[in-house]
């Protein structure tokens, strides 16, 4: 396994999935039940979703792109040289990976380690500021 010291550009590092935020939905909706049935049903459901996606969905960080794979196949490849920004949203919590491309945006729900994710975004596609974090 390698540690977030020991990166280097050249290596291709898979994230290791994080069933965090579909344990809290899980968890929290029987709680939320008590209070509101409607609502408790849908998170439910998003967080069951949530943790067959992170069992299936993986990214792997490339010396030139971020790849997205469904088990062993490649679903989309994201080159950094098209990325125009990225942040991770709630630092107490990572909750949600965003980046902007130059054609398009895209949100992630944080279902991989947020330390390793964030190490390789700093690494792969270093922010211009800190002013650009949330």
């Known amino acids: 396994m390698t540690t977030t010291a020991t990166i280097e550009s050249t290596e291709t590092i898979e994230l290791t999935p994080s069933y965090k935020l579909p344990l809290v939905l899980v968890i929290s ?9 409607w ?15 992170t069992a299936r969905i993986r990214l792997l960080f490339t010396p030139t792109a971020m790849d997205v794979y469904s088990t062993s196949t490649l679903i989309r ?3 950094y040289r098209d990325w125009q920004n990225w ?4 630092n107490p919590v990572p909750i ?3 980046f902007k491309e130059v054609k398009s945006i895209h ?11 964030r190490t ?5 596609y270093p922010l211009k500021s800190s002013a650009d974090e949330l």
Not at 29 to 37: G, I, N, T
Not at 87 to 90: A, V
Not at 110 to 116: A, E, R, S, V, Y
Request: glycine letters at 2%.
């Open 29 to 37: 909706a029987p709680v939320l039940a008590l209070v509101q049935v």
């Open 87 to 90: 942040r991770i949203f709630w």
């Open 120 to 124: 390789c975004l700093e690494q792969r």
């Open 77 to 79: 490849s994201f080159p």
């Open 39 to 53: 609502l408790s049903l849908p998170i439910a459901l998003v967080g069951l979703f949530l943790m067959f996606q």
């Open 96 to 98: 949600l990976f965003y």
């Open 107 to 117: 949100f992630l729900p944080i279902l991989f380690d947020p330390k390793m994710l």
